[in-house]
């Protein structure tokens, strides 16, 4: 409303000046028109009377002057008619009082008009020269070259009424015209602008509010009909930028949950923060923010797809806590990744050997004591600066980049790679992932020696539990190093992974820790034990889970140690629980667990010759051992041969008594 006011107010005042000035130019002209007008009839009616003078004054009537200007001056529009002398005294007047007196307006203006002139807007007074003739040599001195000045006043004031009444008409229509312009054009603003403006404000403001469903819908042809459907073409446009910025933001939100910690997401969640605004601006103007939204959000996938690289690779590095396989699958997944046909990771460590793990695609990972000497050049630059290099840029050396690898701020390592697969030098962004990835490998690479040392220590208190418990009991010396090993290679021989053999080893070195809450006596007499005393050996399992209960990362070492004496048919103890029940690692201790105790002796009886033993596992397979455990243990033996047992201890008597079936 504000904005058509304005229009019209301004249309309206353009009109006004235009009228008011075209109305003044008219009167102007008119008013001219009338005053020459007058002057001419001043210039006739003063030469007429010249002349009736002039004929009276031949004939010798000179008295009929008076009379003459008395006749004449009866017209309304001769204000004044008289004849002056040069010095203004009134000769002769139509009104005869003023006769003798002095002239005004000839003292005023007389001496110096040559041509009629109007005073006041009220009068147009004309001076006409009645020259001294033969004539009138009778009544003038010869000599005198004037004999008078006929002063006439003509009046002006009924052309001025004239004037003003048609001021006040043409004022009038002026009102008039612009009361119906400005009506017009009320009416032609508010179809054919205003309305069209309201319902695309009022569009504008629902998408402000968040409705990207509306539209405009105007039903014209013309220039405001154009503007609306270019506006509802960029809404449908911008709302698809929106969707996909939304789904960007999602996507790039999830990712920001999994790698908090990093400062790299936070610079690219900036980034991201990103607003479409102006939506009243021109289409060109849009069209250019599309662009560089565009031109972000794709910078911005070719990121996320980076970070999604280098978090899964962050992921699988902390799931690997042996440093010589890590450090094959670093070098390994970093040549893959960045493309490069050689490359190696070197440590030299002063609480670890120097090792370098050479990678070459299509040949696989070579292990190396002490640094390469085809990779010692470009570490001892890295070892001398520090920092990132990238080298190839120049001639006659290969596209290679390498990065430090740091622990306490100092370089105990670098990993390197050269020679792209597509032969393009090595970017600096590829240095930068290359250097965030090695700062993963780093932390995965402590993680990994720290794990040694603790896996040391560990194994340093469980031998010493094991030592105290061979102590106790003379008969099972070396029984847990033998379940151990022969668990292990089992493990191996089935295919279970890092986690589940680590378990497996614990679970074998400990399996009879319970034993250690049992009498020597029980464990070592000869004669067949009571039931009280048996019960007590069949608690060992109970009692070995509760020594390791307050072990929170020994949880399934306790299951399988409390399961080893389960039977796959569920007749075992302590539970009573069968097949699938049992943990795996369980029913492989079952097995080693039975199979040493038969091959060596015990205080109750001698060892069983090799065959019988293998007999026996068939002959419980199904029963109290697992079928395909059974089956896998005599399948590695028979692989593995003889020497595998005598190296594990069973002795030179088992070589000779006994052969592999």
Known sequence: MVLKTKIIAIIVLVVLVTLSLTTIIILNVQQKKLIL?????????????ERSIDEAMRNGKSREVQKILENLGQSKELVTLRIVSVAGEVLKSKTPKEIGSKSREFLNFGRKKGSPFLINNKRVINY??????????????????????????VDFSRHRAAILSMKRFLFLVNIIGVICIAAVLSILLTNFVIKPMNILLRTIREVDGGNWDARVYLDSNDEMGAIGSSFNKMITHIKSLYDKNIKKQRELSRVKAELEHKKRLEELNSQLQYKIKEVETANKAIMSLSREIKNKNVKLTNMVDRLKTINEVGRVLSTIIDSDELMRLIIKTTAEMLDAERGAIYLNDENE??????????????????????????????????????????????????????????????????????????SDDELEILSTLSNQAMVAI??????????????????????????????????????????????????????????LEHAAILHDIGKIGIDSIILNKEDKLTSTEYSLVK??????????????????????????????????????????ELFLKARILSVIDTFDAMLTDRPYRKAFPYPRVLEELRLNAGTQFDPFVVDSFIEMLQIKGEQFLVDVGYGFTFSHDNSVN
């Open 37 to 49: 007008s007058t002057f001419d009839d001043a210039k006739m009616l003063s030469g007429i009377v």
């Open 128 to 153: 006409t020269v009645i020259r001294n003739r033969k004539a009138c040599y009778g009544c003038h001195d010869s000599k005198v070259e004037i004999n008078g000045i006929i002063e006439m006043g």
């Open 353 to 426: 050997s120097s090792l370098t793990i050479k990678y070459l695609k299509g040949a696989g990972i070579e292990r190396n004591e002490g640094i390469a000497v085809d990779f010692k050049a470009i570490y001892s630059e890295v070892l001398q600066k520090g920092r990132p290099l990238l080298k190839g840029n120049g001639s006659g050396y290969p596209s290679a980049m390498a990065v430090p690898l740091k622990m306490k701020a100092r370089v105990i390592g670098a990993i390197i790679l050269e020679n792209k697969a597509d032969g393009h030098h090595f």
């Open 446 to 503: 402590e993680n990994a020696w720290l794990y040694d040392r603790v896996k040391n220590n560990y194994f340093a208190t469980i031998q010493a539990l094991v030592n105290a418990l061979e102590a106790n009991d003379l008969y099972t010396k070396g029984h847990s190093e033998r379940v151990k090993t022969l668990a292990i290679e089992l493990g191996k021989h089935i295919g279970l992974d890092f986690k589940e053999l680590e378990i």
């Open 539 to 580: 608690a060992h399992p109970l009692i070995g889970e509760e020594i390791l209960g307050p072990v929170d990362e020994l949880d399934d070492v306790r299951t399988t140690i409390m399961q080893h004496h389960e039977r796959y048919d569920g007749r075992g103890y302590p539970y009573g629980l069968a097949g699938e």
